[in-house]
């Protein structure tokens, strides 16, 4: 039944920022579908807890205490999952984040910290997975007749929408989601045909990332009053998109950003900044 490819069973996957929010949502959904699942993030209770959810779905979880922006110990995270899990078929690069700030405000450094954080860090630890991810592959986790004509692996990136759009505050992160959004790309040409690469450009989604809007119903209408499908977005509506990309229900996409932002065509916050 064609219901059959969302399935993951007897896969494995590693979610990078696991703890909270989009990656908990992400990590979730790829054990409901049937994958174990690594858990990476800073804060261990946070992951401890998703590890509890994930047991209650039937599925096992390895937590992996680590900060993802030090590179110098990822190749530990990636052997700490296979170790744990015995394989590797999905990589999702949920790391990342940087808080908007004016232009002239914006110093060197957090520029360039803006940029290791979402884009070098899924550069490395995608690099460092794909020896694991081709491996899965000559041990199938389904089988041969439920299989896809040719079996993939894959990786999935969570980009934003902020990649494509322009508003003022954003030169950091907008730049740097942009380059993991073309990476993508690119990186679906140099691991074609056995890894898939594809991602999910967000909106605003309600997360903690997003409190100050949260709390405050002014902003929370504002928000909501510029997005065509009038509402934010909830951590499942991106999980949702990383699951089908990651299952076999995608197994014909790779390079590909799928967007999944209510509709938007232009920020639906102004920050206020004023003219120079």
Do not use: W
Not at 26 to 52: I, P
Request: aromatic content about 4%; glycine content about 10%.
């Amino acid at each position: 039944m064609l219901i059959d490819r969302f399935r993951l069973d007897g896969r494995a996957a590693l979610v990078t920022g696991a703890g909270r929010g989009i990656g908990r949502a992400c990590a979730l959904a790829l054990a409901e579908g049937g994958a174990d699942v690594a858990l990476v993030a800073r804060t261990r209770s946070d992951l401890d807890a998703v590890a509890a959810r994930v047991a209650e779905l039937g599925r096992r979880a390895v937590v992996l205490p680590a900060d993802v922006s030090d590179t110098a110990g990822l190749d530990g995270v990636v052997a700490g999952a296979v170790g744990a899990l015995g394989r590797l078929d999905i990589l999702v690069n949920n790391a990342g984040g940087a808080p908007p700030r004016p232009f002239l405000d914006t110093s060197e450094r957090a520029f360039e910290a803006a940029f290791h954080f979402n884009v070098t860090t899924a550069f490395r630890l995608t690099q460092l997975a794909v020896p694991h991810l081709l491996a899965a592959l000559a041990d199938p986790p389904v089988p041969e007749a439920a299989a896809p004509a040719v079996p993939t692996s894959a990786v999935v990136n969570v980009s934003s929408a902020m990649g494509r759009l322009v508003g003022r505050g954003y030169a950091a992160y907008g730049t740097a989601k942009a380059a993991l959004s073309h990476l993508t790309r690119l990186l679906a040409a140099d691991l074609a045909p056995r890894i898939r690469v594809n991602a999910v450009a967000v909106g605003a989604t309600a997360t903690s990332a997003l409190e100050t809007v949260l709390t405050d119903p002014g902003l929370r209408d504002a928000m909501t009053a510029g997005t065509p499908l009038r509402r934010l977005g909830e951590p499942d509506d991106v999980a949702a998109a990383v699951l089908f990309l990651a299952s076999d229900a995608g197994s014909y996409l790779t390079g590909k950003v799928i967007e999944v932002d209510g509709g938007i065509e232009r920020p639906n916050l102004d920050l206020g900044l004023p003219d120079l």
